[in-house]
């Protein structure tokens, strides 16, 4: 059975960092493209970041700099660093993983068709106030 449980929210002040992590569960992450999504309070959930099977990363421009996306394929966990938080980042952070094998997904930036799809998390909740 596919599960992603996401951890690693809390609140931090302007310039502060977090640490999210996304374990995973039924299935191996190295053959599937994985991403981040986030849903800002009266926002829809919106794709930040993704990793592809071959490694590659890819970013929205709002955290291009700030934030990094990883996985650890041995401990079925992907990552998502964030440094230099401000209080626009604040959200429910989810983490997503495609539907299909080696989909492509990440290289075309099609977070729309992953969204459709994709299995998800549950979120954890990140908040970034003054």
């Known amino acids: 059975q596919v599960q992603l449980v996401e951890s690693g929210g809390g609140s931090v002040r302007p310039g502060g960092s977090l640490t999210l992590s996304c374990a995973t569960y039924?299935?191996?992450?190295?053959?599937?493209?994985l991403a981040w999504f986030r849903q800002a309070p009266g926002k829809e959930r919106e794709g930040i970041a993704c990793?592809?099977?071959?490694?590659?990363?890819y970013y929205i421009n709002s955290i291009k700099g700030r934030f990094t996306i990883s996985r650890d394929t041995y401990k079925n966990v992907m990552f998502l660093q964030m440094d230099n938080l401000k209080p626009e980042d604040t959200a429910v952070y989810y983490c997503?993983?495609?539907?299909?094998?080696?989909?492509?997904?990440?290289?075309?930036?099609?977070?729309?068709?992953?969204?459709?799809?994709?299995?998800w998390g549950r979120g954890t909740q990140v908040t970034v106030f003054q």
């Open positions: 997503l993983r495609d539907y299909g094998m080696f989909s492509r997904n990440c290289e075309s930036g099609s977070y729309d068709e992953m969204r459709q799809s994709g299995y």
């Open positions: 039924g299935f191996y992450l190295g053959n599937y493209d």
């Open positions: 990793i592809s099977t071959d490694d590659k990363t």
